[in-house]
Each structure stands twice: as structure tokens, then as C-alpha cells.
């Protein structure tokens, strides 16, 4: 057994050593057509063998390393005593989330101007990943092309607002219903496709309207995005220093009060906040209706679910369709802060982020997703001499989430009933 | 006669690409066909492969080495072992420990790896596109001198060829060799061929080095054909092969082939006479059209759901 062990070391040391010496021992220059190759330098080398040798003794002493682990008690400990009753901790959660928003609502005119551009930005991803909750979490359903549905509600503003010079509000539910559109017709022919299919499927639709967006230029300027998006108003104020449209006036001067550029960003992050919490409300609600039980029925057993009368593609549907509507929420929140898209912004990779924010947080729970949203932007930010790391942490987390932990940080829990135990 | 000629270019050329995306395609479909699952890192395997490659050939030119057959041999030989070993550390570690749950987390998981292994080269290698040398230029031509001339490059040739010696050695090694009928026993029925004393772990293992060492080959292939590599590129050349896999019908290695030449003709052909910036929208439409109306594909079994 332990020649048979020292063997198999071995053999994991080599392999580690194969994959990583070539390809970071060396390293490939290009000088104009020529390419020349250096060795890379003495401390990368020394971490690539101290790497080999940590998997050799890891697996040396496999069996000691995994009992030592088990002995570390879980930083998540089972509850221990008997759990609170269920209306309670409702009660409990919901003002705590209420203290959260409160919070969230008078945060910004506390902080840099910085701060609150990056929270918008946290919350436009919050919204995306409790769409896609419910399609991946909730339905079970692997959409790799959600960045489609975002990108269709971005250039709706943009083009709107371009060609028609339509407004921001009007912008918003037209743009949500045209994904939702989107996400219906896309979804009716697709949904009866199993798991791994659909997620295939629905990767080529999302690259597909990229490469449409690329190339379609006469009408979305193709590589080089729409330009000039206007501005959010309230109530016909504008947050610019001069008023751009006529029968506009400016925010500043209607309170009169100094022009900030500050205004602006605050008063996005607060649209942005609004509509966050609208979309986690709307869907807590989907959740306890009867579609949203159906999602989690059929996810958890196709076949028993249809033979209790629900109707597959109607229920996928209903599903597709909701996280689709977000997903242009979202886009058009974007492409309003940012004043600029461009095809560049919805790339696969995004669609992946969104993912891993769902897989991270815990499929279908809304608490875990809405706090790994807020980890997986704001980390890279608070550590940016690591942020080229950051998307292979992403990769790697996604695998041992896999592995480990599939349910999620913080995963979802039922209302249930517990059957008390006869004494 | 022009048209003719124009036309026979085209499907040369994707007769070309097509070959090459058949080798990444048997990759997808061995894995598919044995444990039913999509391995998505599959493409970034076949890029870490035309990076070796890539490697192997500077150093080799670099320590004074000019034999163009023997580098290219130790270049290929290099890749093979490299992405083989990757292949094998990908499954050890990212879905071996998954095997058997829900449908969905191996795919999640493979997608994580995916993203890890673009990240690795990327970091190491860095995110521009390195020239891959041309080694092998020139080629015939036909036609005349004024019109237009069809081409058919040493590089083409030695591509076909390549390929063909590959996909020989597997179909030999699949019917012949113990291994082989061991892999065919293991993708008809897994649990079966583990009760007749088939170590299925190891034949899993097998199935990711074979399909890992056959897209090193298409990565030197295609990253000396389009004559520069990136950390990205894996990524679509791996999704056309798992078009290709489709359309051939997953988990027939038969089907891999065959699927890997109508997509690379179906692109060229694109490219040819409608607009080359159109032709990836037109691989994935093929992908969305065959799983709408043939999920089973040209070749492939009907999967009957089991309650």
C-alpha cells in the first residue's frame, strides 16, 4: 500500500511539474515578426518545484492531511441549538434587511464620489444575478447567454434614445419588456432541450448578438458602441451643468443650490438602489407564488412534476422570460451610467461573472447572491495589485465551489414544517 | 471554369479547418459519449497544446536545431505530453470529485476550470498574440495567370495527412487494442463494464488524454495555419468543435469526423460568398438548428430518458 502511494505521489509531482514548467518557465517574446524565448526568473522556477512538491507530499500523506481537516471544526457550524421558529426569524430578517436599504439610502452622501460610482455598479450586478437566480437557481436551468438579455436592454436605451430621443423612464420598461421578448422567443423553441444543450444553446445565442452588435454597424456603430446616452431627469430636472433640452430645467437651479457633479452620481446609485430592491421584492414574491414553487418542483424532478399536471415549457418559460426582463432592467440602468456601450461590454466572460455570482452565493438564495455580488466586485477593487488574478481566483472558486460546497455560500432555505419526534 | 476553381478553393480550405476541428471534436465526443457530461476546458487544453507547440518550436530553433521534420516532431510530441497531462490533471481534479451529482454542477465546474486555464496562460504568457513562425510555406497553384488562382499550400497537405494518420490511430487503437474495447464497453453501459472487472476510473482518465492529445495536434496544426496563438482562442476553435461533435451526433467518434468537415465547409463556404465576419454567426445557428430539430445528430443513438 504505501510503495503503491509513494508511486502514485510521484506520479501527480511529474504531472504537476509538466503542466506548469513549459508554460510558466518560459516565456514567449514577440519582437516584430520574431518571436524569442526566455527562461523566466530563478523564484518562479524555485514556485513552480516548490509547487510539485507540495502535490507529492499531499498526496504522500493523503489520508493523514484529509483526517486532519475533518478534525477542524466547520467555520459554519450546524445549529446547534434548537433553530429559531420560523415566524421569528422572519420578523428578525426582514428588519434587518430593512435597516440595510435605510442605510444604503443615505450612504452616499457620506462617501467619495468614487465609492458611490462602484456601488452603482455593484447594484446593477445585484440585479443581474437575482435574474439569473431564478433562472439557474430557481428553474434549474443553465443560461449562459444571460448577457444577451442585458445587452438587448442596453442598446434599446441607447438606440431610443438615439434615433427618438426617447427618455430614460420611458427607456426603462421598454427595454425590460423587449428582453423579456427576446427571452420568450428565444426560449420557446430552446426549453425543451435537457440541461447541457440548453446551456449550449443559449452561450451561441449570446455570442451571436454580440457578433450581430459588432458587425450590424449602420445601426449600433459596431465596434465602436453608441456614444452620448443622456442622463436620467427627475421630474424633468436635468443633473447637468447647463440644461441640454428645451422645456428642461437643471436640478441645481431649481433648489438652488452650487452645481455638484456629484448630483448625478449620487442620483443614479439611488435609481440603481430603487430598482434593486424592486427586482428583489418582485421576485421574493414570484418566489412564494405558485410559478416560483413550480420552477423548484420541476427542477428538482422533471417527471414528477409533469405528471402532476405542470406544464413544462409554460413553467421554463414564465422563468426564461422573468430573468430576461431583469437583465434589460439592468442593461438600461448600464448604459445610462456609463454614457457609452459598446459590444465589448457583453462578452461571454460576463455572462460567466454573473454565474459565478450565483454559484457563490448559493443557487436560488437571494441573501447569498445579493452579498457574493457585493464580494466578487468589490474585492478586486480593495485588492488591486491582485486584480489580473482576478478571474483565475473566479475559475478556481467556481471549481471547489463544485466541489465542495455546490450548494453555495449561503444557501437557500424553505419555509418547511418539521415533524416533531415522538418522545 | 472561375467559379469552378473559386468554389473548389473554398472547400479545400474548409475541408482544412475542418479536419482540424474534427480532432478537437473527438475530444468532446469520447468524454460525452462515457460519462455524459459537455468538457467545456476542452478548448483551452487544445490552446495550452498550440502554446507548447509554439514553445517547443522557439527553443528548438533557438538551440540551433534546423531539421524541419524533427522539430516539428519533438514540437508535436511536446504538445501531446503537456496537454495530455493537463487533460489528466483537469479531470483528477475538477470532475472526477463531481461525477455522478446533478447534471448541471460538472458543467459549472467545467466552465470555472475553462476560465482558470485562460487565466494561467494568460498570466504566464501574457494576453497579446505571439506569431507562430511559418515553417512549412509554399504550395501549389492552378489557373491561369490573369484570373483567379486556386492555391492548395504544403501546409494543407500536411494537415490532411496529419489528420488522417491521427484519426487512423484511433480508430485502430478504439477497435483493436484492449483499451480501446474496454472504452467502448465503459460508454455502453458504465456500470456494467465496472461489474466485468473494467477499472472504469482508469479508462475516464484514458478517454480525457486521448481527446487532450489529439487537440495538442490540431493546436500545432491551426496555430501554424493561422500563424499566431492568444490565451483566447481556444475558446470559439472549442466551441466549434463541440458544434461539430454535435452536428456528427455526441458520442460517436464516427459522427466527430464527419461533423468537423461540414462545419469547416459550411464556414468557408460562408466566408467565401456571403461575408467572413458572418461565419461564426452561422456555425452557431448550424449548433441551435441541429439541437432544435436532431439533438441525436447525423450519427449519434437516440438517448431514451430513463425514470
Not at chain 1, 509513494?6 to 514567449?28: D, E, K, M, V, W
Not at chain 1, 457578433?211 to 454597424?217: G, K, S
Not at chain 1, 427542477?299 to 431583469?326: N, P
Not at chain 2, 512549412?136 to 499550400?153: A, T, V
Request: net charge neutral; proline share 3%.
Amino acid at each position: 500500500m504505501a510503495a503503491n502511494n509513494f508511486r502514485h505521489a510521484l506520479f501527480c509531482a511529474i504531472i504537476t511539474l509538466i503542466i506548469s514548467y513549459p508554460i510558466i518557465g518560459f516565456n514567449l517574446e514577440a519582437q516584430g515578426i520574431n518571436v524569442t524565448l526566455t527562461g523566466a526568473d530563478a523564484t518562479t522556477i524555485t514556485m513552480v518545484f516548490l509547487a510539485a512538491v507540495i502535490v507529492f507530499l499531499f498526496q504522500l500523506f493523503r489520508e493523514q492531511v484529509m483526517g486532519a481537516l475533518r478534525g477542524i471544526p466547520s467555520p459554519f457550524p450546524e445549529a446547534k441549538n434548537e433553530p429559531m421558529a420560523e415566524n421569528k426569524r422572519a420578523k428578525i430578517e426582514s428588519w434587518v434587511l430593512t435597516g440595510i436599504v435605510v442605510f444604503a439610502l443615505f450612504w452616499p452622501f457620506l462617501v467619495s464620489r468614487g465609492s458611490v460610482d462602484l456601488a452603482t455598479l455593484v447594484l446593477i450586478y445585484i440585479m443581474l444575478a437575482l435574474g439569473l437566480n431564478v433562472v439557474v437557481g430557481l428553474a434549474g436551468l443553465l443560461d449562459l447567454g444571460y448577457v444577451a438579455f442585458y445587452a438587448v436592454g442596453a442598446y434599446t436605451f441607447a438606440l431610443l434614445s438615439q434615433y427618438l430621443g426617447i427618455s430614460f423612464w420611458l427607456a426603462l420598461p421598454i427595454g425590460a419588456l423587449l428582453a423579456a421578448l427576446f427571452g420568450l422567443v428565444l426560449g420557446f423553441p430552446v426549453l425543451r432541450l435537457r440541461g447541457d444543450y440548453l446551456a449550449i444553446v443559449t452561450l451561441g445565442f449570446g455570442e451571436i448578438i454580440r457578433i450581430l452588435l459588432n458587425n450590424w454597424t449602420t445601426l449600433t456603430g459596431g465596434p465602436n458602441g453608441i456614444g452620448g446616452i443622456p442622463d436620467p431627469t427627475l421630474f424633468g430636472m436635468e443633473f447637468g451643468r447647463r440644461v441640454k433640452e428645451e422645456g428642461n430645467t437643471s436640478f441645481h437651479e431649481t433648489f438652488g443650490i452650487a452645481y455638484s457633479g456629484e448630483h448625478k452620481v449620487i442620483f443614479l446609485y439611488l435609481i440603481a438602489l430603487v430598482l434593486a430592491v424592486f427586482t428583489a421584492l418582485v421576485i421574493r414574491r414570484f418566489m412564494r407564488m405558485p410559478v416560483g414553487r413550480a420552477w423548484e418542483a420541476l427542477r428538482e424532478d422533471e417527471i414528477a412534476a409533469r405528471s402532476l399536471g405542470l406544464s413544462r415549457t409554460a413553467v421554463k418559460l414564465s422563468a426564461f422570460t422573468i430573468g430576461a426582463f431583469f437583465a434589460g432592467f439592468a442593461g438600461t440602468v448600464f448604459a445610462s451610467k456609463q454614457g457609452f456601450i459598446s459590444p465589448e461590454s457583453f462578452v461571454f466572460l460576463e455572462s460567466a461573472i454573473i454565474l459565478a455570482i450565483v454559484v457563490l452565493g448559493g443557487m436560488g438564495s437571494q441573501i447569498g447572491v445579493v452579498l457574493a455580488a457585493i464580494a466578487v466586485t468589490i474585492l478586486p477593487e480593495l485588492a488591486r495589485e491582485f486584480s489580473e488574478y482576478r478571474m483565475l481566483i473566479f475559475g478556481a472558486a467556481m471549481v471547489l465551489m463544485m466541489v465542495w460546497r455546490p450548494q453555495g455560500l449561503m444557501p437557500m432555505r424553505r419555509i418547511h414544517i418539521e415533524l416533531k419526534k415522538q418522545e | 471554369m472561375q467559379d469552378l476553381l473559386y468554389f473548389s478553393q473554398q472547400l479545400i480550405n474548409g475541408l482544412t479547418i475542418g479536419s482540424t476541428y474534427a480532432l478537437i471534436a473527438i475530444g468532446y465526443t469520447m468524454v460525452y459519449g462515457i460519462i455524459g457530461m459537455i468538457n467545456f476546458a476542452h478548448g483551452e487544453i487544445y490552446m495550452i497544446g498550440a502554446y507548447t507547440a509554439l514553445i517547443a518550436i522557439t527553443g528548438l530553433a533557438a538551440l540551433g536545431l534546423a531539421w524541419l521534420p524533427l522539430i516539428l516532431i519533438v514540437a508535436l510530441l511536446c504538445a501531446m505530453i503537456v496537454s495530455s497531462s493537463m487533460g489528466w490533471a483537469v479531470e483528477r481534479v475538477a470532475y472526477r470529485p463531481v461525477r455522478g451529482r446533478h447534471r448541471l454542477i460538472p458543467l459549472i465546474s467545467a466552465i470555472g476550470m475553462s476560465i482558470f486555464l485562460q487565466n494561467y496562460v494568460h498570466l504566464a504568457q501574457g494576453s497579446r498574440n505571439i506569431g507562430f513562425p511559418a515553417l512549412i510555406d509554399g504550395g501549389f497553384n492552378f489557373g491561369s495567370g490573369d484570373g483567379f488562382q486556386m492555391s492548395l499550400s504544403y501546409m494543407q497537405i500536411t494537415i490532411f495527412i496529419t489528420t488522417l494518420i491521427c484519426m487512423t490511430a484511433l480508430s485502430l487503437f478504439i477497435s483493436r487494442s484492449r483499451t480501446g474495447r474496454a472504452c467502448r464497453a465503459v460508454s455502453q453501459d458504465l456500470g456494467m463494464a465496472s461489474l466485468l472487472g473494467i477499472d472504469t476510473n482508469r479508462i475516464i482518465s484514458a478517454t480525457f488524454v486521448i481527446g487532450a492529445a489529439l487537440a495538442a495536434v490540431a493546436g500545432l496544426l491551426l496555430g501554424m495555419y493561422y500563424g499566431s496563438v492568444d490565451p483566447l482562442f481556444g475558446f470559439i476553435a472549442g466551441l466549434k468543435a463541440f458544434t461539430a461533435a454535435v452536428l456528427g451526433g455526441i458520442g460517436s467518434i464516427p459522427g466527430a469526423m464527419l461533423g468537423g468537415l461540414i462545419l469547416g465547409v459550411a464556414e468557408s463556404m460562408t466566408s467565401g460568398y456571403l461575408s467572413g465576419e458572418y461565419k461564426d454567426v452561422i456555425s452557431f445557428s448550424l449548433l441551435i438548428l441541429i439541437l432544435l430539430f436532431k439533438p441525436t445528430g447525423l450519427l449519434g443513438k437516440p438517448e431514451v430518458e430513463k425514470i
